[in-house]
């Protein structure tokens, strides 16, 4: 049985983030799809295949040999594609499961501004970690133990000036 990853999932389904933003998918033909980000339940990828899975419940299946590009544009009618937002930055999260503290290792490559969110799977705002500038090397400690967030999987979603990266999280 083929095991997926997802790489973005339910965070996108927060209205406020998703308003007039889309996901494109470009084959190596030309052809392209879009999709607005509020339809999109989420996104996973195995071996040989990248699924959008919709809120609706249907499957779009992408022959990964086959995408030429993919990329998500924001409010601002920029673009950002998937590879950019990760150049951004070097993200480290752990231990990842974790008991009462959640270490968040950053190396960000831009000057800016910097939020750390975690939600549950329904994007819903567990805690605000941080807000502030960026620094090119943060080291921040996540003490969860006295908020009463029962175990189970969160996202800890990071938005800088030029994107988000959202990585799943086990507290234990």
Not at 78 to 105: C, F, H, Q, R, W
Request: with cysteine.
């Amino acid at each position: 049985m083929d095991r997926f990853f997802v790489i973005m999932s339910l965070f996108f389904s927060i209205p406020t983030l998703c308003l007039g933003q889309t996901m494109t998918i470009e084959n190596i033909g030309g052809n392209s799809q879009t999709y607005n980000l509020t339809d999109i339940r989420s996104i996973k990828f195995n071996a040989t295949d990248m699924l959008v899975i919709s809120n609706s419940g249907s499957t779009d299946n992408y022959p990964i040999q086959d995408i030429d590009l993919y990329r998500i544009d924001l409010d601002d009618d920029s673009s950002t594609s998937i590879d950019e937002l990760n150049k951004d930055m070097a993200l480290v999260l752990y231990p990842n499961p974790a008991s009462g503290v959640l270490n968040i290792s950053l190396a960000v490559f831009e000057e800016g501004t910097i939020d750390i969110v975690i939600t549950d799977l329904s994007g819903r705002l567990i805690d605000n970690v941080f807000s502030g500038p960026s620094n090119e090397n943060m080291k921040i400690s996540w003490e969860y133990h006295d908020k009463n967030i029962p175990a189970g999987t969160y996202f800890c979603i990071i938005k800088t000036t030029t994107g988000m990266v959202s990585k799943p999280i086990t507290l234990k």
